[in-house]
């Protein structure tokens, strides 16, 4: 069992930056891919980033490449994503996931999901 917390989210202006953390408990944490999904009003929820169990790899969404950055630290079972350059369609839940092993960009692959922390960016 994996329990995630997300937190960083807030309001900002356009062009501003957030980093938003994702804490999980539990000893396994290096063995889960995990990623950042985003969920806006009326829309389904769609992938943001995703990183590999080890770190060496990371994917993005063509609509945040260049601007977001994922990242881990598996000694603080901690996962990062970096937001800069916001824009007013990056608003969003934003939730992590954690899958065993191999990374995914399909929300349904993900077996743990955190409870969400809002993003606001404003024109």
């Known amino acids: 069992q994996v329990q995630l917390v997300e937190s960083g989210g807030g309001l900002v202006q356009a062009g501003g930056s957030l980093r938003l953390s994702c804490a999980a408990s539990?000893?396994?944490?290096?063995?889960?891919?995990m990623g950042w999904f985003r969920q806006a009003p009326g829309k389904e929820r769609e992938f943001v980033a995703a990183?590999?169990?080890?770190?060496?790899?990371?994917y993005y969404a063509d609509s945040v490449k260049g601007r977001f950055t994922i990242s881990r630290d598996n000694a603080k079972n901690t996962v990062y994503l970096q937001m800069n350059s916001l824009k007013p369609e990056d608003t969003a839940v934003y939730y992590c996931?954690?899958?065993?092993?191999?990374?995914?960009?399909?929300?349904?692959?993900?077996?743990?999901w955190g409870q969400g922390t809002q993003v606001t960016v404003s024109s």
């Open positions: 990183i590999s169990w080890s770190g060496g790899s990371t």
């Open positions: 539990g000893r396994t944490f290096s063995s889960y891919a």
């Open positions: 996931a954690a899958k065993l092993w191999v990374v995914q960009r399909i929300p349904h692959e993900y077996d743990y």
